[in-house]
């Protein structure tokens, strides 16, 4: 299912913003099947005009870090004149955002380029990127055009490995970046809460959701992530990972993976320990209880149907059928379990921590299987498992408030599996410097 996409690397700012928007827009033209199904909204012209006004700009010496970035908006995202309904026509008729999410108009103000809404699971709810009433993109890995993308953030992926956009903001509530990126051959970043502002996002969960940055490279999503919070970059030796220290879980990385993901595993974290990376294997129960927890304590169905329960009750038949009784069975969750899951979870990550230690991060495959496909998802008992099953490495981040990224996992065979780093709370800085240095380091060897 390899299929190599031509996604070149280039600085906008070096090219010409407006050159490089064109050449955007060109690969969506050349792509018009895929990008129909993950852009739902186009602005061409406008976005052209906002190009070329940072070209003049540039000309006289005003410059932004991320100037002429062609840049997606997921459909859960406040942009000014376009309506957020979160991949739902429960929403198709609600008025147009008044104005752009605060994390959208801050990477505006930084020059990048606003050029498209981006598909999602219906409400986030789901890790697939299956869309019932605007259809689901496709991994653009996949030569046939079977393979899903992943969710729910499955637009912003597919923009981003087909050429069409540098940058793509998603929502990450369980892996919703993190997963379509490994699944389109990209890198996800899910950051620490409060890092970014999350107003003007819809929600799924009010505990676990986060704005995710999809991009080319992890060295792209630290650039990104360095201009919204001011952070100066600093130089990093692509040459040795000597000084770098990674915890591979015992079995909670290994346990029911497929063999071509657990064999890509196996081979990054040689190559990473041949390049003087420390790597230590250990136990870390909490990683699997965390996610436990947060299914028995029922806290996003909850979460959920508070959000909906108006919505619901207005009209449940305009919901996606793999969505909406999901959202609805919120309203039998109990108060108690909610309230002890959330309790736990706080123990659990005061345990990650002192077991993480001085380590830079957690190393785990991003997603235990590769794509499956549209028609494989049809039954909906099989939907619900391989769903279950595609966020089982990813949520512990969500579960706990950790920063985490998935890496492109093979640059070179361009499959769709991922390397998934996760760090420390906070400590979003310290992870994508060490995300960027491994992906150097490995595209070298």
Not at 64 to 83: E, M, N, Q, Y
Not at 172 to 189: K, L, M, Y
Not at 255 to 284: M, T
Request: with cysteine; charged share 20%; aromatic share 4%.
């Amino acid at each position: 299912m390899n299929h190599t996409v031509d996604r070149p690397s280039v600085d906008p700012a070096a090219q010409g913003c407006a050159s490089h928007l064109r050449a955007c827009l060109t690969r969506a033209d050349a792509h018009a099947a895929e990008a129909d199904v993950a852009l739902l909204v186009r602005r061409d012209d406008a976005a052209l005009a906002d190009a070329v006004a940072w070209d003049t700009l540039q000309r006289g010496a005003v410059s932004a870090p991320l100037a002429g970035r062609v840049l997606t908006v997921k459909a859960c995202f406040d942009s000014a004149g376009w309506i957020t309904h979160a991949g739902s026509r429960v929403l198709a008729g609600a008025a147009p955002a008044g104005t752009d999410a605060p994390l959208l108009a801050a990477l505006r103000r930084l020059g990048a380029v606003l050029i498209a809404q981006t598909n999602m699971t219906e409400f986030a709810y789901g890790a697939l990127g299956v869309n019932s009433h605007f259809g689901t993109p496709t991994t653009p890995l996949d030569t046939r055009g079977e393979r899903v993308a992943g969710g729910s953030s499955s637009g912003a992926a597919v923009a981003v490995a087909l050429g069409i956009a540098d940058i793509s903001l998603g929502s990450d509530t369980s892996g919703s970046a993190r997963i379509p990126a490994a699944f389109c051959g990209v890198a996800g970043f899910k950051p620490s809460r409060g890092r970014y502002p999350d107003a003007g996002m819809r929600y799924l969960s009010t505990t676990f959701d986060v704005p995710g940055i999809l991009a080319t490279s992890a060295a792209a999503c630290r650039q990104v992530d360095g201009a919204l919070t001011g952070r100066v970059e600093s130089p990093h030796a692509a040459a040795s990972l000597r000084d770098l220290c990674f915890i591979v879980p015992e079995r909670f990385a290994s346990d029911g993976v497929d063999g071509e993901v657990c064999r890509a595993f196996d081979d990054w974290v040689c190559r990473l320990s041949a390049l003087g990376a420390r790597i230590v294997c250990k136990p870390l129960a909490c990683l699997a209880e965390a996610g436990a927890v947060a299914r028995a304590g029922g806290i996003i169905a909850a979460e959920a149907f508070i959000l909906h329960r108006a919505t619901l009750e207005a009209g449940r038949e305009l919901y996606d059928p793999r969505v909406g009784p999901r959202i609805a069975a919120g309203a039998q969750v109990l108060a108690h379990d909610y309230v002890a899951a959330l309790a736990r979870l706080q123990t659990l990550a005061a345990q990650y921590h002192a077991e993480l230690g001085e380590a830079h991060a957690v190393l785990t495959p991003t997603v235990p299987m590769l794509p499956p496909t549209i028609r494989e998802l049809d039954n909906e008992d099989a939907y619900l498992a391989t769903n279950a099953r595609s966020f089982r490495l990813t949520e512990f981040a969500n579960r706990l408030d950790l920063p985490s990224i998935s890496l492109p996992g093979d640059l070179h065979k361009r499959r769709p599996v991922g390397l998934l780093m996760t760090g420390r709370r906070g400590d979003d800085a310290r992870l994508l410097d060490a995300a960027a240095r491994i992906e150097a380091c490995l595209s070298m060897t």
